[in-house]
């Protein structure tokens, strides 16, 4: 386990409380946040705080000691702007003044949508790289962007380490056609989020977070620098997923339909 405790935000959220759990029971001290009450019995040597992440003075509370801030909180979908701005914008300010404060290493969970208007590939030769340009899909991957530039930053400028998850999507199973290309295992983002935090030198880091699914749209990323490569893969489920939906909009980009959500481009 890391040396010093680890703040874990977002720990009532579903990857959250995976992560608490997993992480414990391999011994990691965690102090978990959230604005949502933690709904299971707490992990041993977990401490649970209740706080919004628009409050900066708790979280610099909270990061106090800790080597690794995982940041897993704010808004997690597509919503209105101003339901964005203060959990996902304002709450990264706070994560990143606290990691500056503490020097400690952030592993923020981004997200597919910071580059879902990227078409889908038609072949593996298409494959986009991290180095690709932003294109997000609405506010919710406009913040995640965001994110990961002020992850940049904040290493450029004070040497603040930061590995930037571009979780594709992580849920149980994949449970349609898109996630054969997206889905990322629970056991593959629990390996990602311990050597996130244990390798030796993280810099500024982009990685694809999805598992080892051969339909990937993603390429070239900062895996071999922390040590990490996934294990499961999406394909056993090809059978069971169904076939494609019938929005043209969701279909042709990654981000699916948080593409078509108010989309308006006559075209
Ligand atoms: C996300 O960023 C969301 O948090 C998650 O609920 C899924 O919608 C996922 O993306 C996805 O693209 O499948």
């Known amino acids: 386990p890391p040396a010093k405790p680890v703040l ?14 997993e992480l414990a029971a391999r011994g990691w001290r965690l102090r978990l946040t959230d604005i949502a009450p933690f709904p299971d019995p707490l992990p041993a040597g977990a401490a649970f705080v209740k706080a919004d992440l628009n409050d900066g003075v708790a979280l610099l509370r909270q990061a106090e000691g800790c080597g690794a801030i995982l940041h897993f909180g704010g808004v997690s979908v597509e919503r209105p702007f101003e339901e964005v701005l203060g959990p996902n914008i304002r709450g990264l300010y706070h994560v990143y003044e606290a990691a500056r404060r503490e020097g400690a ?3 923020f969970a981004s997200s597919n949508h910071s580059i879902g208007f990227h078409e889908r590939p038609s072949g593996n030769a298409e494959r986009l790289d991290y180095d690709c340009a932003f294109r997000p899909d609405g506010y919710y991957g406009l913040s995640k962007a965001y994110g990961e530039l002020m992850g940049r930053m904040y290493w450029d400028k004070h040497g603040v380490e930061n590995v930037n998850l571009r979780i594709g999507s992580c849920f ?16 593959d983002l629990t390996r990602l989020v311990e050597r996130c935090v244990l390798a030796e ?3 500024h880091a982009v990685i694809w977070a999805c598992s080892d699914n051969p339909a990937s749209y993603w390429g070239r990323d900062h895996r071999e620098r922390i040590g990490w490569a996934p294990q499961d893969s999406a394909e056993p489920w090809r ?11 969701t279909e042709r980009y990654q981000g699916g339909s948080y593409t078509a959500i108010e989309y308006s481009r006559a075209c």
């Not at 874990?8 to 759990?21: D, V």
């Not at 059978?239 to 909009?249: F, H, K, L, N, R």
Request: glycine residues 12%; charged residues 20%.
């Open 172 to 187: 149980p199973k994949p449970v349609d056609r898109r996630m054969l290309s997206t889905w990322l295992s629970y056991a």
């Open 8 to 21: 874990l935000t977002g720990a009532s959220g579903n990857l959250g409380r995976h992560l608490a759990k």
């Open 239 to 249: 059978p069971e997923v169904g076939g494609i939906t019938a929005d043209p909009v």
């Open 105 to 107: 290493r952030v592993v």
């Open 201 to 203: 030198r993280a810099g």
